[in-house]
């Protein structure tokens, strides 16, 4: 198991899967994660980033497969916003397909981990984003 970084984090966990989010929700808090907040889909995770009154994620964990707004919608439109596009995002999906995996780097994804979840694989993907981005960030006030 890892060890947690210097301060707690905040992460958005846009997810449908019940068992999985639970699985996802039991390794961020041991590794760290101060809060942790669940959406269904791609509508509500949007929703909730562009809500100024919400507290904004140091880290985004988001599923591909989901309804509404699937997860690659989600990802291009977070990442195409300059308000949020600085947040790291792991992508968690049962999807290994090459289309779905460069396509989520193409979309500036900061990992890619495949389900059913290995979790010493999730676990790294967040701790190398540790070590460039949540032990470093700078919370600006949102607009």
């Not at 899967?17 to 907040?37: F, M, V």
């Not at 989600?74 to 990442?79: E, G, P, S, T």
């Not at 949020?84 to 890619?112: C, E, F, K, M, Q």
Request: proline share 7%.
């Amino acid at each position: 198991m890892m060890t947690a970084p210097a301060r707690p984090y905040d992460v958005l966990l846009v997810e449908d899967d019940e068992a999985d989010a639970l699985l996802i929700e039991d390794a961020l808090l041991a590794r760290g994660a101060r809060n942790l907040t669940q959406v269904q889909d791609g509508v509500a995770g949007l929703d909730y980033l562009r809500d100024t009154a919400k507290p904004r994620p140091d880290l985004i964990v988001l599923d591909l497969n989901m309804p509404r707004m699937n997860g690659r919608e989600l990802l291009a439109v977070i990442k195409q916003d300059p308000d949020l596009r600085t947040i790291p995002v792991v992508v968690l999906t049962t999807s290994s397909a090459p289309d779905d995996v460069t396509g989520a780097y193409r979309h500036h994804a900061n990992a890619y981990v495949t389900k059913p979840v290995n979790l010493e694989d999730f676990e790294r993907a967040v701790q190398n984003i540790d070590a460039f981005y949540l032990e470093t960030i700078t919370h600006l006030p949102r607009t």
